[in-house]
């Protein structure tokens, strides 16, 4: 169920949202219709044509013929909110011939997707050469494995100099080693050294916790070939060598289920990279899944999520000792305003994933009936336990505000240390109270 914040948070910055808002008026749309499938509209621009607007609910997923590279667009923004607010002044019928032609190419498209996954999970694809593929595997693996023998002496001789000779002449050798990495065809290796480089500045405990892990990823590589599949799965994505869709299809773990959308998160990687995390909860399996996305140069994301809403799918989930990252093999299909999961420990699932891998990054986390405090910085206090909060105080007074300070249903990130909110409810089965992004 989409609502005016849920639409806004689509928005890829908030100077689209704010120049959506600005477009929510009848007069600027001479065309508006929509039916279960679809919501369309011509909104008059600058040019002498009106510019062709049309939503797919089922994403909902975007197409507008303005030359905006922002994704979606403010029209397609505007729209929608016009139709969440007053879904009666929209024209009913046929669409019109521009918007009936993209509906059926993207379910088309969405046909030989689920063809292809399907191809895959029964028979997947055999190499050209499998003897040659299998050598390249071995000796990419042989570079690894001597760049993380490489690693552990470098690794070495940086505590026997100790952490309080590190200098700014010190740390700049610190990017030799990441290059070295690079060459040796392990760049997530590469990019944790340059991460704990980063942060030297930081308390003494931080930049040791960064070290250790790095000591455990070389302890982990000298011994690969006696770990179980799952764990050489992780080490294999810990030095950045991900397995492709297919492969993930091949070999993955499906999960049919209906899914809570907990929260949506999108940041901007670099100047022309923008990653999206969808983070869902299993109301059947109790399994938590990661959708990590990208987009390149704008052009936007192919598949639109909408945090506080359940929907059913079916998730095939990446090889790991702590299954956490999926793709979705099809379109979603939306079943209406989320039913949150039952209040649980956090703490020992949280707990539990990081035992199995200790290198992944983020981590999904629900506080139910959570309380937000100020004590030295922001917590939130749930289960009897506090948790420290990446928040501000604008964002934490609008929140408190918002929720007459009773206790809320938070879902966010925690990176080890913190967790950033995301989402958030008043109470379980209505629509969010606050989302991250979504304009006020």
Known sequence: MLTTDS???LAPDEASAKAARGLVAPSKWPLRGADERAV??????SGSKPYQTQVDLAGPAFRCSCPSRKFPCKHGLALLLMKVADGAAFTGGPPPAWVSEWLATRAEKAQKQEARAAAATAQPDTPAD????????????????HAGADLARWLADQLQQGLGALNPAAVAAWATMAARLVDAQAPGLAQR??????HIGEAPEHTLAR??????ACEGLARRGSLPAAEQADLRTLVGWPLDRTDVLARGTPVADRWCVLAVAQDEREPKLTERRVWLHGHASGRRALLLEHAYAGKGFEQGWVAGVDVEATLVFYP?????RALCEAPPVPLGVATLPAPEDEWQRLAERVAANPFVPLHPV???????????????LAGGRAFALAL??????????RSGGQPLQLAGEWDGRRGTLLTAWAAPGTPPLWQRGAAA
């Open 7 to 9: 639409v806004l948070a």
């Open 40 to 45: 369309w509209g011509e909104c008059q621009g």
């Open 130 to 145: 499998p003897e040659a593929a299998a050598r390249r595997e071995a000796q990419r693996w042989q570079r690894i494995d």
């Open 193 to 198: 050294v340059r991460d704990a480089a980063a």
């Open 211 to 216: 070290l250790g892990l790095l000591q455990l």
């Open 320 to 324: 790991s000792a702590a299954p956490l």
């Open 366 to 380: 629900l506080w139910c009936d959570a309380v937000l405090v100020q004590a030295g910085g922001w917590q939130a």
């Open 392 to 401: 501000n105080d604008d964002e934490a007074w609008a929140l408190q505000a």
